[in-house]
């Protein structure tokens, strides 16, 4: 079955530090990778996108994705996190002739001052 | 890109009861699709609403329970049936154009 998984559900992290976000996918073919980001009260906003070439991925707000197909991974990550950072975020995936979109589970971030 | 516009944002409801949720978009896009998001849940597809068909349900999801209207290219209703607090839920509205766009959400409670 295809699936996204986010092994980690909770991810507590410095103001300044780095941040890693875990994302593992489990389809037939590669998909189109995404990672979204879901503000308290606010819609989702896609941070990145990945659909084939350069398996470094360069996002908004300074982040970036890398794709590793050995792996089935994609994972996000951010050299400095800000408090704006908090928040939830999703991976998610796309099968390449499908419209559907499949989420992990979340992560959360927590950054601290 | 596009821009959704979802109404109501937030709504609380008597159990039996239903509640509509309007979705619009600023462009005309062939498909439109409905979330559910439950209390630290990830987001499950209700169903895929295309112009001029009946919406495609995925597996748990039925007409019934959450009719859908897509009377054109630009917007979409949702509605929740006869309601109980399980589906006390954030529903969200989503549109395919260059990339998979999403409405602010509605954060529905049923007490």
């Known amino acids: 079955a295809q699936s996204v998984t986010q092994p980690d559900i909770h991810i507590t992290v410095s103001e300044g530090a780095s941040l890693e976000l875990r994302c593992n996918y489990s389809?037939?073919?590669?998909?189109?990778l995404f990672w979204y980001v879901q503000s308290p009260g606010q819609g989702l906003q896609l941070l990145l996108k990945?659909?084939?070439?350069?398996?470094l991925v360069q996002g908004i707000k300074g982040f970036e994705a890398e794709f590793k197909r050995s792996q089935s991974s994609f994972n996000l990550r951010k050299p400095s996190v800000h408090w704006s950072d908090a928040a939830e975020y999703f991976c998610?995936?796309?099968?390449?002739?499908?419209?559907?979109?499949?989420f992990g589970a979340g992560t959360t971030v927590t950054v601290r001052a | 890109s596009a821009v959704i516009s979802q109404k109501p944002s937030r709504d609380i409801c008597q159990r039996g009861t239903s509640l509509t949720i309007q979705c619009q978009v600023d462009?005309?896009?062939?498909?439109m699709f409905w979330y559910r998001q439950q209390p630290g849940q990830s987001l499950t597809l209700i169903a895929t609403?295309?112009?001029?068909?009946?919406?495609?349900?995925e597996s748990g999801f039925v007409i019934d329970k959450f009719p859908i209207s897509r009377p054109n290219l630009t917007f979409s209703t949702l509605t929740v049936s006869n309601m109980s607090p399980e589906d006390s839920s954030i529903y969200l509205c989503?549109?395919?154009?260059?990339?998979?766009?999403f409405g602010q959400g509605t954060r529905l409670t049923v007490v």
């Open positions: 989503s549109v395919e154009d260059t990339e998979a766009f």
């Open positions: 389809y037939g073919a590669t998909p189109y």
């Open positions: 990945y659909f084939s070439g350069d398996t």
């Open positions: 998610a995936a796309q099968p390449n002739n499908d419209y559907k979109l499949s």
């Open positions: 462009s005309q896009v062939t498909m």
């Open positions: 609403a295309n112009q001029g068909s009946e919406a495609t349900y």
